[in-house]
């Protein structure tokens, strides 16, 4: 089945050490976002990929960093992870514009120590 | 910024009973999509809605945009266990992004 996968699921990472989580696709959507979502919270959107185009949103802070290589993968990079990036890191993807409904992946749970 | 209110914030019904939930933009949507977020799982997309006006109905279900396509609800008739979750209202400004409301929390008691 088409879908959207993210790994690792669970991630554990300290306080400063770099952490990437990886996204891929098998829809060949046009289009990737990376939400942040923490508890109780509705998901945050932190980038998104237009094709090799990329878009960041203007509060999303110069820690995270995202890649697309190609169009089927996706990686949110955060260099330097403090306690409050602690969250659910969500990847979603559409066909095109915000006009096609998202395809969210299960999520990478983060947690730092 | 761009900001979708959405009310209530929790929802705690008697099985059986109906639901709404309410979403309100200052601005004019170009579309609003709706997702359902299971405990411990990710957003699915329910619907999009996109004429003034528009009512969709899935089963028990019932989707209304507003007419001057700045607000959106979100009905369920007599609720079940299976609809347990937080249900986000996501609106489109006419980009390439959803802003996502607040969501609202509905627990069944059973």
């Known amino acids: 089945d088409a879908m959207v996968i993210q790994n690792p699921r669970y991630q554990v990472t300290q306080f400063g050490k770099p952490v990437t989580l990886s996204c891929s696709q098998t829809?060949?959507?046009?289009?990737m976002y990376w939400y942040q979502q923490k508890s109780s919270q509705a998901p945050k959107l932190l980038f998104h990929?237009?094709?090799?185009?990329?878009?960041n949103e203007a509060d999303t802070p110069d820690n995270f960093q995202s890649r697309r290589p190609n169009t089927s993968f996706c990686f949110l990079d955060i260099r330097s992870p403090g306690l409050g990036d602690a969250a659910m890191y969500l990847c979603?993807?559409?066909?095109?514009?915000?006009?096609?409904?998202?395809?969210f992946g299960p999520g990478t749970r983060l947690t730092v120590t | 910024g761009q900001q979708v209110m959405q009310i209530p914030q929790y929802q705690h019904v008697q099985e059986g009973e109906d639901f709404t939930t309410y979403c309100n933009s200052s601005?004019?949507?170009?579309?609003i999509q709706w997702y359902k977020q299971r405990p411990g799982g990710h957003p699915v997309f329910l619907i999009q809605?996109?004429?003034?006006?528009e009512v969709k109905k899935q089963k028990r279900l019932t989707f209304q945009f507003g007419e001057a396509k700045k607000n959106s609800s979100l009905h369920i008739t007599a609720t079940q266990t299976t609809d347990v979750g937080t249900y986000f209202c996501?609106?489109?400004?006419?980009?390439?992004?959803?802003?996502f409301g607040t969501g609202t929390r509905l627990t069944i008691i059973p």
């Open positions: 979603a993807t559409s066909r095109d514009a915000a006009a096609y409904e998202q395809y």
């Open positions: 829809l060949n959507h046009n289009v």
């Open positions: 990929y237009y094709d090799k185009d990329f878009n």
């Open positions: 601005t004019t949507l170009s579309n």
């Open positions: 809605l996109v004429k003034s006006g």
């Open positions: 996501a609106a489109n400004f006419g980009n390439e992004k959803l802003t």
